[in-house]
């Protein structure tokens, strides 16, 4: 399997994702621009928070790319238009998920936080994805505050009336994403609002995720797999049970492809070691050379180790 080469601006991997299988990431928003600075990102702080719409990188080059990407053979399960911020920021997103409807034979998905759901163009133009996930963590305007340090102009109930109207327009499928935050949104009756609110908009289904990663906001902690598996039974039958794994995901590992991976994200050694398939050993082997190499760092967070890019 051949990785992107440093030739690719604004695509990354494929990369394995724990939910979509293999996943070719198509990044609308760098440096990092998003529209909310959430306690638990693991991509870190947003510098400003900001709802202004850009069109930079010009949408062309952006296809130019994903063109000679498919053209090179290489072989993906999704398409998703993502990356270091919110890609609804970015004029061109639906030209992206155009473009891979019509000239791919690959699916689409759009990483979305849903913030600018509110505007009709926005849902217009992400309806041509075949899946969109969405994220919510609140139940109201003090409690999203709170998690995502909105921008200020952001406003909780006009979002999900945009989140209502958008399954109104859309048949394809809505995934919805909650993270869990130990001690914020945790209790039973908070789940059970945010279950409330979204059965609002009927999602096909629900994730719970938690702070897998070094948070933007390092007292944010990692919820058990206990509590989620007990703040899953809040959501019924939309709550995803199983994360997807499969031997499809697993990469060839070479220190170009590792690079590659963490360039985003930072990940875990017990996921590179799954995703390349080595032993713990051996992949923190790798990583320590590399380390010595200056290519990327490695640190610790809840007693697990990461390997991050350096900043
Ligand atoms: S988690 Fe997503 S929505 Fe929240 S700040 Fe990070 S990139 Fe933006």
Redesign the pocket.
Known sequence: MSQTKSTYKYLFGPVASRRYGRSLGVDLAIP?T?????I????GE?PSTTIKLSEKPPVNEVLKELARWIQSGDQTDFITVAG???PTLHTGFGDVLNFIRDETEFKSLLLS?G?LFFLEDIRNKATSADIVKL?LHAWDQSSFTKI?RADPALDFDKILDGFRRFRDIYSGKIDLEVFVIPGINDKAEQMEKIAHIARSFSPDSVYLNSAVRPP?DSTVKEASPDLIEKLSLVFGELAVKKIYTTNEAILEYSATALIELISRHPASLDQLAKQFNLSHDVMLNELKILEAQNRMQLTETNGKIFAMPII
């Not at 998003?34 to 959430?38: A, I, R």
């Not at 638990?40 to 991509?43: K, V």
């Open positions: 990092k998003c529209s909310l600075n959430c638990f990102c693991q991509i947003t270091s911020g919110e936080n913030t994220s995502t933007a």
